[in-house]
């Protein structure tokens, strides 16, 4: 005998589910363990096989998986197979050595002959092994509520990270209207353009306030950890929206002369409760798409209607509208739609669905009438 009975008793009482046992019932068994030396990389049973026998490691490591599944690597005093003691259900996984090892074994029917003629043994055992089934279900609750969590943070994570790139996405999009409003009355400076000193100064200001709204931008990009700061919610309060919209229209009106484009405005007096940066955005890719995608000397239309219970803004141009399949994935990112810029400009494919997501952040609603051909209408509504 390769472990005496102390030695097996001591492997005995460090396992569940005999852990409990009193000592003289732990000794009957022990005496009945047949030892086996295995082999690294013997199969000791597959999954499927009928389950007879109990194992104890007493020296070695042995693998359970399924498949490319592992379950579990166990080693020196370490049980598997206990089940098999009390029920003859098949294997639910496989299980190889690691290394050289050396195993404890019993045999169902072997503990089945001692525990007829001990019925203490069987009082004790059924006791320890329903408080160790309790234990192992507590312990697998356990480990779904802290997957469960861990999943939950992992979708968090990256529903923070599409965030993020949303953002940068959105940002960098919206760096590309004052920057081009700047380089276009820089261009004009450059040539000598403006003909009075009123002229020059109207365009130092807008070039100032082009790049001062770009300065904002990049201030937001570099600061990455204020994308989930309560900054970053709309800032609603009351604004004089003429006002807004009018910024918009004065960054854009140059880009629209050198197509040949009038811009025809038709604003009420209102005020609205908005956050300044998303309202004039909206306003700002709207326009823009329109002026981008209009043939030239064309008209762009833009209303602003206090309405009972609105605020309706109104894009309208003379372009090629949009087609049915258009229309159903617009206000995607990066959407690729059939019209292309008519003067060549470039286009990312964000405009829309900016726009949808300020629209959103606002409360308001987005509307398109538009006939393929026959030009389209933008219509946001915002509440008061």
């Known amino acids: 005998m390769k472990y005496n009975v102390n030695e097996r008793l001591e492997l005995l009482q460090n396992a569940e589910p005999f852990s409990s046992l009193e000592t003289y019932l732990l000794e009957q068994i022990a005496q009945l363990l047949e030892e086996t030396d ?17 194992y104890i490691i007493a020296e070695g490591e ?60 069987v009082m004790a055992m059924t006791r320890q092994l329903t408080k160790y089934i309790i234990d192992k279900n507590k312990l697998e609750k356990k480990l779904r509520q802290s997957h469960t969590a861990i999943e939950a943070k992992n979708q968090e994570l990256l529903q923070i990270n599409e965030e993020k790139n949303q953002l940068l996405g959105i940002i960098a999009h919206d760096l590309r209207n004052p920057l081009t409003a700047a380089m276009v ?6 040539e000598g353009t403006p003909g009075t000193k009123e002229d020059f100064e109207k365009c130092i200001s807008l070039i100032n306030k082009s790049l001062s709204r770009i300065g904002t931008m990049v201030d937001r990009i570099l600061d990455l950890k204020n994308l989930e700061a309560p ?35 038709e604003i009420d007096d209102c005020k609205g409760k908005v956050d300044h940066e998303r309202f ?17 000397n064309t008209q762009v239309r833009i209303r602003l209607q206090d309405c009972v219970d609105c605020i309706k803004l109104i894009v309208s141009d003379q372009g090629p509208g949009f087609s049915e399949e258009d229309k159903q994935k617009m206000f995607g990112k990066f959407q690729r739609l059939s019209a292309q810029p008519t003067g060549g400009e470039p286009s990312t494919g964000l405009g829309l669905s900016i726009v949808k997501q300020y629209v959103t952040d606002l409360e308001g609603k987005l509307f398109l009438e538009s006939e393929e051909g026959k ?10």
């Not at 009390?86 to 503990?111: H, M, P």
């Not at 009355?185 to 450059?190: A, D, I, R, T």
């Not at 140059?254 to 811009?263: D, H, L, V």
């Not at 004039?280 to 030239?296: A, D, G, T, W």
């Open 231 to 265: 900054a970053h919610q709309p800032e609603i309060m009351l604004h004089s929206l003429p006002n807004l919209l009018g910024e918009a229209i004065s960054s854009l009106k140059e880009q629209a002369t050198q197509k040949g484009i009038s811009i025809l405005e």
């Open 62 to 121: 042995v693998k359970i998986f399924d498949g490319e599944q592992i379950f579990a690597k166990l080693g020196k005093g370490k049980i598997f197979g206990e089940f098999s003691l009390f029920d003859n259900a098949i294997r639910t996984a496989n299980v190889v050595t690691l290394a050289d090892s050396s195993l404890l074994s019993l045999e169902r029917d072997t503990f089945f002959e001692l525990a007829s003629q001990n019925k203490t043994l």
């Open 280 to 296: 004039r955005q909206i306003c700002e890719n709207l326009i823009s798409n329109s002026i981008k995608f209009s043939p030239i």
């Open 185 to 190: 009355v820089s261009e004009m400076l450059k």
């Open 375 to 384: 030009g389209a209408s933008f219509i946001v509504e915002l509440g008061k």
């Open 38 to 54: 295995v082999p690294q990389g013997t199969t000791l049973f597959r999954k499927g096989d009928p389950g007879n026998t109990f």
